[in-house]
């Protein structure tokens, strides 16, 4: 039996990245996926497609995460979809890079409401779900910034270090009820966006990785595969780096 067999998850920003890995990873593994995208419509029904290949019921959703309207209207039309909601992984996430000295106020903004606020909208509009289930896992993509602090993202470091405080409090409070909560916090992970990037300074980043390279979505979405399944069913609170031993 596949570890998510006939399991409904939501993947927020799914339609490329790390998203679009876990997405992969978790149909394979028998899960039923509705996913978000804000804009690429194209890729995104690209991935239903393939998802719905594999053998699995696959929905793609245009839905601003950062909206707390359009987050429960979203959760509303799953659930009219699919039958019921068992996983729940608050994946998108922005940047928007500058020194503290060059950031504007719409910038800070932006990245607390799509990164942060994202995970208040859509983890109060699937709770009623899942507290009647009496079960469920929720799982934030945090990062190692939010971790450590980065210089040039305080904006998006702050987002990040703010979805592990609500993790640990929701995983305090929904406990009782046997819903879980966890955050991951990957490393430097490579997706097509890292590929735009200067080989040699990328090439500096994998060298100092214990591991030795950089992270694939797939690592990032065995992860979130354990955290999903019953593999984890005691545990919750935590934030787990997906990080080459980056932090280390
Ligand atoms: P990515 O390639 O930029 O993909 C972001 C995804 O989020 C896309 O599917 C995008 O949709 C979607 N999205 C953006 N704004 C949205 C919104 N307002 N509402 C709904 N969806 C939205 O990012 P990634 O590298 O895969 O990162 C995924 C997550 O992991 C993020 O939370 C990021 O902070 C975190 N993370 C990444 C790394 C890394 O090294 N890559 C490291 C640590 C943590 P469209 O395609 O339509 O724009």
Same mark, same amino acid.
């Given at each position: 039996?596949?570890?998510?067999?006939?399991?409904?998850?939501?993947?927020?920003?799914?339609?490329?990245?790390?998203?679009?890995?876990?997405?992969?990873?978790?149909?394979?593994?028998?899960?039923?996926?509705a996913?978000?995208?804000?804009?690429?419509?194209?890729?995104?029904?690209?991935?239903?497609?393939?998802?719905?290949?594999?053998?699995?019921?696959?929905?793609?959703?245009?839905?601003?995460? /950062? =909206?707390?309207?359009?987050?429960?209207?979203?959760? @509303?039309?799953?659930?009219?979809?699919? !039958?019921?909601? $068992?996983? %729940?992984?608050?994946?998108?996430?922005?940047t928007?890079?500058?020194?503290?000295?060059?950031?504007?106020?719409?910038?800070?903004?932006?990245?607390?409401?799509?990164?942060?606020?994202?995970?208040?909208?859509?983890?109060?509009?699937?709770?009623?779900?899942?507290?009647?289930?009496?079960?469920?896992?929720?799982?934030?993509?945090?990062?190692?910034?939010?971790?450590?602090?980065?210089?040039?993202?305080?904006?998006?470091?702050?987002?990040?270090?703010?979805?592990?405080?609500?993790?640990?409090?929701?995983?305090?409070?929904l /406990? =009782?009820?046997?819903?879980?909560?966890?955050?991951? @916090?990957?490393?430097?992970?490579?997706? !097509?966006?890292? $590929?735009? %990037?200067?080989?040699?300074v990328?090439?500096?980043?994998?060298?100092?990785?214990?591991?030795k390279?950089?992270?694939?979505?797939?690592?990032?979405?065995?992860?979130?595969?354990?955290?999903?399944?019953?593999?984890?069913?005691?545990?919750?609170?935590?934030?787990?780096?997906?990080?080459?031993?980056?932090?280390t």
């Amino acid at each position: 039996m596949k570890l998510l067999q006939d399991k409904n998850v939501i993947i927020t920003g799914a339609s490329r990245g790390i998203g679009r890995g876990i997405a992969e990873i978790f149909a394979d593994n028998g899960a039923n996926v509705a996913f978000t995208y804000s804009s690429s419509e194209g890729p995104a029904l690209e991935l239903q497609n393939e998802l719905e290949a594999k053998g699995v019921k696959a929905k793609a959703y245009k839905s601003n995460a /950062g =909206s707390f309207e359009e987050s429960e209207k979203l959760v @509303a039309d799953v659930l009219g979809d699919f !039958e019921g909601i $068992d996983v %729940l992984i608050n994946n998108a996430g922005i940047t928007k890079d500058n020194l503290l000295m060059r950031m504007g106020e719409e910038d800070f903004d932006t990245v607390i409401e799509i990164n942060l606020k994202s995970v208040f909208n859509m983890t109060k509009a699937v709770q009623r779900t899942m507290l009647k289930a009496r079960k469920g896992s929720i799982i934030n993509m945090s990062s190692v910034v939010g971790v450590k602090g980065n210089a040039g993202q305080a904006n998006y470091a702050a987002s990040k270090a703010g979805m592990i405080g609500f993790t640990k409090s929701i995983a305090l409070e929904l /406990g =009782s009820r046997n819903i879980r909560c966890n955050a991951i @916090a990957p490393g430097f992970i490579e997706t !097509e966006m890292t $590929d735009k %990037l200067d080989e040699k300074v990328v090439q500096g980043w994998r060298d100092a990785i214990p591991l030795k390279r950089g992270g694939t979505p797939e690592d990032v979405a065995n992860a979130c595969l354990y955290l999903a399944s019953d593999l984890s069913a005691y545990v919750t609170g935590q934030v787990l780096n997906v990080d080459g031993g980056m932090l280390t």
